[in-house]
């Protein structure tokens, strides 16, 4: 740690001490010995857990034959069985194609140019509250917290965010969230502000992550599918958090029953190898040759391993997620109803959010309690993650049983009763 603290960059930020020598499965062992029950998965992204047996092979088995060949330029078995299958998960039916990338940032970056090029329109639409990355695109979309935009700008101009449906705490005088908000846009935004012909795309997170795990209410994304299509503005869905299984379901878009023109795809999709996509419908995906590339997109150590990880999401892990995730949120509303600190508790598969309160009828967010649980969390073993102004995610890999979930949720309500006491 003290290495790290001299060299590193000072834009790093560390959670908590941790220092790993290992993994396996859902544990993870420090330098000293410490064993952790991993409840945040490198930030959403150690799907398969750590090691993974399947995994590995795939991965010292393509290191073995060769480990770089610039997809843009050459090909390579690996790269085009992924994008085939990856275009044939995409959700709804229409013919998809694939661009692979090295990272989520680089799925949105590579998404904007996408939808400005496909429509010949440069206004984009994103929610408040969003994360889709550090580049100047992701950032220009980002509204998270103003930390990751001080002293940065200027951005990308035309961006417009609008609130995300928060259904916790967006004020909407007792309508629903998602109606609110498209009514908004619609009566709002599109009359006075901007006119809809101007717009490329609407840029959404279909749950949010970083913004606090927040799951918009039934029918919303119906209404933005409509919306968008009724002014022929493009819909992409930033699943790189929600995506790769970690919901229960592929895509979270599954969920709505909404076919977006563009997916984006990262974090779990490689179990930790750095490979994202941006998964777009034929109709769109027809930039020239050449207009868009990368050296190491497509790398076929890391296809390897989202062919592997794709293996294994749909050999049981998707559905493990779904009824782990419905155990894990069922004790936390158990949780909820002994612990007045629990102002909110939703989630689905295996992305589920905590969000502490100093007072349930104010909600003000506690904040200073979400940062002491967590580090307390860590001290006893569990690894957490906060996201949003209070929240605790748990965001654990998809191949954890019944003993984890008990285990977890034995050492929250520990750690609550300490800290509130
Ligand atoms: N989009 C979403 C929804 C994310 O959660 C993240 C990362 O947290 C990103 C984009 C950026 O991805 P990456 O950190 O792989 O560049």
């Not at 229409?94 to 329109?121: D, Y």
């Not at 905590?354 to 309690?369: F, H, N």
Request: with cysteine; net charge negative.
């Amino acid at each position: 740690m003290d290495r790290d603290h001299q060299w590193s960059s000072t834009s790093y930020i560390k959670a908590y001490p941790l220092v790993v020598s290992h993994g396996r499965g859902a544990m993870l062992e420090d330098l000293d010995g410490n064993r952790y029950l991993d409840f945040m998965a490198g930030i959403a992204v150690a799907s398969t857990g750590y090691a993974h047996p399947k995994v590995v092979a795939a991965i010292s088995d393509a290191a073995g034959r060769f480990q770089h060949l610039c997809g843009t330029d050459f090909y390579s078995e690996s790269m085009a069985v992924l994008m085939e299958r990856l275009a044939t998960l995409g959700p709804g039916r229409s013919k998809k194609r694939v661009f692979l990338t090295n990272s989520g940032t680089e799925a949105v970056e590579g998404a904007i140019k996408l939808v400005r090029s496909s429509t010949r329109r440069s206004d984009l639409i994103a929610f408040q509250g969003a994360f889709h990355g550090r580049s100047y695109g992701g950032m220009s979309l980002t509204s998270s917290k103003a930390k990751q935009r001080a002293h940065f700008g200027p951005f990308l101009p035309g961006v417009h965010h609008v609130p995300y449906p928060n259904p916790y705490r967006l004020e909407t005088g007792g309508r629903d969230a998602g109606a609110f908000v498209l009514d908004l846009i619609r009566n709002d935004l599109f009359k006075r502000h901007l006119s809809p012909d101007d717009v490329a795309a609407v840029f959404v997170e279909p749950m949010q992550g970083e913004g606090g795990y927040v799951i918009p209410p039934a029918g919303f994304l119906a209404g933005l599918r409509e919306l968008c299509d009724q002014h022929g503005i493009l819909l992409v869905f930033d699943e790189i958090q929600t995506g790769a299984g970690r919901t229960g379901k592929m895509w979270a878009a599954e969920h709505a029953g909404v076919e977006p023109d563009v997916l984006l795809t990262a974090k779990g999709l490689g179990s930790g190898l750095p490979i994202g996509a941006i998964i777009a419908k034929e109709s769109v995906m027809k930039w020239e040759a050449g207009s868009h590339g990368s050296t190491f997109g497509g790398n076929p150590v890391c296809c390897a391993a989202a062919l592997a990880t794709l293996d294994l999401l749909e050999g049981g892990l998707m559905d493990n997620a779904r009824t782990m995730g419905e155990w894990l949120l069922t004790g936390l509303k158990g949780l909820q109803g002994r612990h007045e600190v629990i102002g909110d508790v939703r989630g689905l598969g295996l992305f589920i959010g905590i969000e502490l309160v100093e007072d349930r009828r104010t909600k003000a967010p506690a904040k200073a309690l979400a940062h002491e649980l967590e580090q307390r969390l860590f001290q006893k073993g569990l690894l957490v993650l906060q996201c949003g102004e209070s929240v605790l995610r748990m965001a654990p890999p998809l191949i954890i049983d019944e003993g984890d979930v008990d285990t977890a949720l034995q050492v929250f309500d520990e750690c609550l009763s300490e800290t509130t006491r």
